[in-house]
């Protein structure tokens, strides 16, 4: 049983940094992809980040340049790190995970930690 538990969330003034973790368990498929998504009230879930089993990553348009997801597959923890934070980062964050599919598309992924919220505030 995957288990996806994300932490890290919390206020930040506009421009300030803020790191994510999502801490993994129960995974054993080596070619898997990993994601942080975000939902806003209102709005459907948006992909922001992806990164492969073998480091490959994609962003959305919208945090290119402002944000970087990695991993520490010793301490199967996932990480985003969102620098330059805007208002319109506020969202529920999380966590997902796929042992075949990627991209980011939430239709991609099986697995879903509970969300971590981010507020950012002008």
């Known amino acids: 049983q995957v288990h996806l538990v994300e932490s890290g969330g919390g206020s930040v003034q506009a421009g300030g940094p803020l790191s994510l973790s999502c801490a993994t368990s129960g995974y054993t498929n080596g070619r898997f992809c990993m994601a942080w998504f975000r939902q806003a009230p209102g709005k459907e879930r948006e992909g922001v980040a992806t990164i492969r089993y073998d480091s490959k990553t994609t962003y959305a348009d919208s945090v290119k340049g402002r944000f970087t997801i990695s991993q520490d597959n010793a301490k199967k923890t996932l990480y985003l790190q969102m620098n330059s934070l805007k208002p319109e980062d506020t969202a529920m964050y999380y966590c997902?995970?796929?042992?075949?599919?990627?991209?980011?598309?939430?239709?991609?992924?099986?697995?879903w930690g509970q969300g971590t919220q981010v507020t950012v505030s002008s």
């Open positions: 997902a995970a796929d042992s075949y599919r990627c991209g980011l598309s939430p239709f991609n992924f099986d697995y």
